[in-house]
């Protein structure tokens, strides 16, 4: 029997569209956003959770994505890099205080730093540097840059957003 052909073991809502599919039962939150759903934004850094670059929205959390199971995320809502801007493009204030910051560095952390970061500014928490370090601690940056990356949350932080958090 093709796989295809079975009843889908994965419904989520990703960057707010319904997604339905059969996958392996051991496929990984990040390997099915990547291969599956082609959501290339979410990065693949360790494998082992270390490094952050997995980084995603689950219901609300940030998660590192390469520690879920694709099925047990079923039901939930995702939200990945690629869903943080407006449907007209505009970014969201992370992902604007990022570039305005020189934060970006190579690249490679930023989407799980955004995420990550994400979670802080949703959380309500105060944004200040102690929180913006324990927000981030589970993410690493190859390049070092993490005063930039610091400055950048704080930025967004000031920035107005709408009820979806977004500026």
């Known amino acids: ?10 419904e989520l809502t990703v960057n707010g569209q319904a997604v339905r599919r059969r996958v392996d039962d051991r496929t990984l939150l990040v390997d099915f956003l990547r291969r599956d759903l082609g959501l290339t934004g979410t990065h693949v850094g360790c494998d082992t959770s270390q490094c952050g670059a997995c980084t995603v929205r689950l219901d609300g959390l940030a998660v590192k994505s390469c520690t879920v199971l694709a099925v047990q ?7 990945t890099i690629e869903g943080l801007q407006k449907d007209d493009g505009t970014l969201h204030p992370l992902q604007q205080a990022f570039i305005d ?15 990550a970061a994400d979670g802080l500014l949703r959380s309500g928490r105060p944004v200040d ?13 190859r390049c070092t840059g993490y005063v930039h990356i610091i400055d950048a949350v704080r930025q967004a932080a000031a920035a107005p957003r ?6």
């Open 101 to 115: 910051c020189h934060a970006l560095q190579c690249g490679f952390c930023t989407p799980g730093m955004i995420m």
């Open 1 to 10: 029997m093709n796989p295809a052909d079975e009843a889908p073991n994965v």
């Open 73 to 79: 995320a079923s039901g939930g809502e995702v939200v």
């Open 129 to 141: 540097h102690d929180s913006i370090c324990t927000a981030l601690e589970g993410n690493l940056c």
């Open 162 to 167: 709408d009820a979806e958090g977004r500026g």
